[in-house]
C-alpha cells in the first residue's frame, strides 16, 4: 500500500518568513495530494491540492509543487502569520479503489510574532 | 452551507461497552470516509461508503468495529467490546465525486477515550 512520510515533524518561523514542508510517496500510481491544515481540537480543512498533471499550484501565501518523478511534494507557505500556526497534513490517493487518503505523519509549525 | 457534523463530540466509555459514532455528511456527497486518528498522528483509513454501499473495510482494525450508511446519507460507526487502544478521535469525511482526486470534506470528530 501507499506510505507517505513528511519533514519536518516540527517547524518553528519568525513571522514574514517562509516556510516549506516536504512530503514523499512511495506509491507511483497516487495521482491526488491535497494538503490539510488542522488547529488544535478542530477538524482537517483543505487548504490547496494537486492533481498528478500540474507540476505546481498556488493560491495567495500557499503554493504547492509536485514532482512525479522523484515522488515528492511539498507545501510552501510565503509571509507566514501567526494564525498560520498549526498542525499540516499532506497525503496522497491513487484515484482507485476506495480513493482513501494515506496521511503523513504531519508538521507542527509555529508561526513567532 | 452545512458542513460535515458527527456526533457526539466527545464519548468517554468504559472498557468492554459499546459505542455509536454518527456521521452527518454534506448533503448530496456520494462517497463517505471514516479515518482514525490517534493522538499526534495524522488520520488512517478506516472504511469507505459509496452511497449505502461500504466498498472498502479494509481498515478496521478488528471485528469489533462495524459502519453502515442503510440509507446513503448519515452513517454510523459501531465499536463493540471497547478497549483502551480503541480511544482515539474518529473523523468523518465526505466528498462529492465517486472517482478519485476529489475533495474530501471533515467532520470535526468523535474523540473516544475509553477507560
Known amino acids: 500500500g501507499e506510505n507517505v512520510e513528511q519533514h519536518p515533524s516540527t517547524l518553528s518561523v519568525q513571522e514574514g518568513d517562509s516556510a516549506v514542508i516536504k512530503c514523499t510517496y512511495s506509491?507511483?500510481?497516487?495521482?491526488?495530494f491535497p494538503w490539510y491544515k488542522q488547529e488544535l481540537g478542530k477538524r482537517p480543512q483543505l487548504i490547496i491540492d494537486?492533481?498528478?498533471?500540474?507540476g505546481e499550484k498556488k493560491d495567495q501565501r500557499i503554493a504547492v509543487t509536485l514532482n512525479k518523478t522523484a515522488k515528492h511534494f511539498s507545501l510552501h507557505i510565503t509571509e507566514t502569520q501567526p494564525e498560520d500556526s498549526a498542525v499540516y497534513f499532506c497525503a496522497a490517493s491513487n484515484g482507485a479503489g476506495s480513493y482513501q487518503l494515506t496521511f503523513g505523519k504531519g508538521t507542527k509549525l509555529s508561526v513567532i510574532p | 452551507g452545512a458542513g460535515v457534523s458527527q456526533s457526539p463530540r466527545y464519548k468517554v466509555a468504559k472498557r468492554g461497552q459499546d459505542v455509536a459514532l454518527r456521521c452527518d455528511p454534506i448533503s448530496g456527497h456520494v462517497s463517505l470516509f471514516w479515518y482514525q486518528q490517534a493522538l499526534g498522528q495524522g488520520p488512517e483509513f478506516l472504511t469507505y461508503f459509496q452511497n449505502e454501499a461500504q466498498l472498502d473495510k479494509s481498515g478496521l482494525p478488528s471485528d469489533r468495529f462495524f459502519a453502515e450508511r442503510p440509507e446513503g446519507s448519515v452513517s454510523t460507526l459501531k465499536i463493540q467490546r471497547t478497549q483502551q487502544e480503541d480511544s482515539a478521535v474518529y473523523l468523518c469525511?465526505?466528498?462529492?465525486?465517486?472517482?478519485?482526486?476529489?475533495?474530501?470534506?471533515f467532520g470535526p470528530g468523535t474523540r473516544l477515550t475509553v477507560t
Open positions: 506509491d507511483s500510481a497516487s495521482n491526488y
Open positions: 494537486i492533481r498528478s498533471n500540474v
Open positions: 469525511a465526505s466528498s462529492s465525486r465517486t472517482s478519485g482526486g476529489y475533495e474530501q470534506y
